[in-house]
C-alpha cells in the first residue's frame, strides 16, 4: 500500500505563486507515475501535470499548463508541483495520484489540497 499526502496549497492572490508537494510513503515502488488533477465543484477532474519517477524516461515531466512546473525526487518520494501567475479560474481542489504498474496497474490518491485565487 501507497500513501499520499498533499501540501502547499493556500490562498493567493491573481498573479501569485504556490508550490505543492506530494509525499508518497509506504511500499513505493521503484518506477511510478504520479499525476496533479485537479477539480472543483461540478466539473471533471482534470490533469494538470505528471512525473514519472525511475530516470529512464527521457521526458518524465509534463505539464497541460505553461504556468505549471512538475518536478519530482525519487530518493524522498515526492513530487512538486509549482504554480505561477496564477488566475481565479486555478481554484480548485489539487490531487496527487501515483500509478504503479508492476504487477499491474495500481491507482493511490491523496486527499487532496485547496488552492484558492482571489482576483
Known amino acids: 500500500q501507497v500513501q499520499l499526502v498533499e501540501s502547499g496549497g493556500g490562498l493567493v492572490q491573481t498573479g501569485g505563486s504556490l508550490r505543492l508537494s506530494c509525499i508518497a510513503s509506504g511500499t513505493v515502488p521503484s518506477i511510478y507515475t504520479v499525476g496533479w488533477y485537479r477539480q472543483t465543484p461540478g466539473k471533471r477532474r482534470e490533469l494538470v501535470a505528471a512525473?514519472?519517477?525511475?530516470?529512464?524516461?527521457?521526458n518524465p515531466a509534463t505539464s497541460m499548463e505553461e504556468r505549471f512546473a512538475i518536478s519530482g525526487d525519487s530518493a524522498k518520494n515526492t513530487v512538486f508541483l509549482q504554480l505561477n501567475s496564477l488566475k481565479p479560474e486555478d481554484t480548485a481542489v489539487y490531487s496527487c495520484?501515483?500509478?504503479?504498474?508492476?504487477?499491474?496497474?495500481?491507482?493511490?490518491w491523496g486527499q487532496g489540497t485547496q488552492v484558492t485565487v482571489s482576483s
Open positions: 512525473w514519472t519517477s525511475g530516470g529512464g524516461t527521457p
Open positions: 495520484n501515483l500509478r504503479s504498474y508492476i504487477p499491474q496497474d495500481v491507482d493511490y
